[in-house]
């Protein structure tokens, strides 16, 4: 049965709508890029700066309870942050691989993976594969504040301190460009070595200031390192609230040009359509007039 015009013009119709909604949503995303874009640029020289003075405090101070290394690992917090709507591209999808690649690899090793949720995406992902969840976070995707990481920073701290974790990773995207994203797992307990103050080579070479410490250095030590735990937490909800800004106007720009691909094939679907009508019609007409004729 051949496509009747007024159908195709039906669906041209739908596909502009759909079409308007993705443009919208795609102008956006671009508008917030920015904004996040400097917030999390804002954010770096502290997160550096506080692991600096972490490390010159490591080298001077005795062992912390957020700098001990626990042996042997059982039990690995896996903090995963995902957005709390979709319709951004594979970024959901890839850090959630991402993260399931090491929760697996711990699990070969005889470990606990215990899952800390931070977004609606995620815990729905978790919970439809029936992986139960330690703790579970919303609404802080879009515009992440610091009171939100250290919410998520306070039970991570205090499972780790008491025992409950030996080993804390953190999933999320890190923010490369508006074009580039990268879905990462990083150790933030205990605090890496390479931030807590171990020597390498290329330091022991140079010569280093003599700084002198008031309070002690342990206490400023145990003071510092739930901050940096915060920090980082922070900063990579910031990572990840830009790369899904970026990865939405990616995929919202995409939807666009394929509905203005489909709204062109239609419309030349709908002039074949028409023009077959046409001519049907005036092959009824002739037909209807030699019949005429004929009795005539």
Request: zero cysteines; proline letters at 4%.
């Amino acid at each position: 049965m051949a496509e009747k015009a007024r159908d195709i013009r039906r669906r041209i119709k739908t596909v502009e709508s759909t079409k308007k909604i993705t443009n919208a949503m795609q102008l956006i995303a671009a508008s917030r890029i920015a904004k996040a874009q400097a917030r999390t640029e804002r954010a770096r020289p502290f997160a550096r700066a506080i692991g600096e003075m972490i490390s010159m405090l490591a080298s001077e101070a005795k062992s912390s309870p957020l700098l001990a290394e626990r042996d042997p690992i059982t039990n690995v917090g896996l903090i995963v942050l995902t957005g709390d709507r979709g319709l951004a591209g594979a970024y959901n999808s890839n850090v959630l691989r991402e993260a399931q690649r090491v929760a697996e690899r711990h699990r070969q090793a005889g470990r606990t993976a215990l899952v800390t949720s931070v977004g609606r995406k995620g815990a729905n992902f978790f919970k439809f594969r029936q992986i139960p969840l330690q703790a579970g976070f919303s609404g802080m995707s879009d515009k992440p504040t610091y009171e939100d990481a250290k919410t998520i920073a306070k039970d991570i701290i205090e499972a780790y301190v008491s025992g409950e974790l030996d080993l804390v990773m953190l999933a999320y995207t890190e923010f490369l460009s508006p074009a580039v994203q990268r879905a990462t797992v990083k150790q933030i307990l205990p605090v890496p070595k390479a931030e807590s103050g171990e020597k390498t080579e290329s330091s022991s070479d140079n010569p280093s200031a003599v700084f002198e410490f008031e309070p002690e250095p342990e206490q400023l030590l145990d003071a510092l390192l739930p901050r940096y735990v915060e920090v980082k937490i922070y900063g990579s909800l910031l990572e990840s609230s830009t790369s899904e800004h970026a990865s939405r106007m990616r995929a919202m720009k995409s939807a666009t040009d394929k509905a203005e691909e489909l709204i062109k094939s239609y419309q030349l679907r709908a002039n074949k359509a028409r023009q077959a009508e046409i001519t049907n019609e005036i092959a009824d007409i002739v037909g209807a007039t030699e019949a005429l004729s004929g009795k005539k």
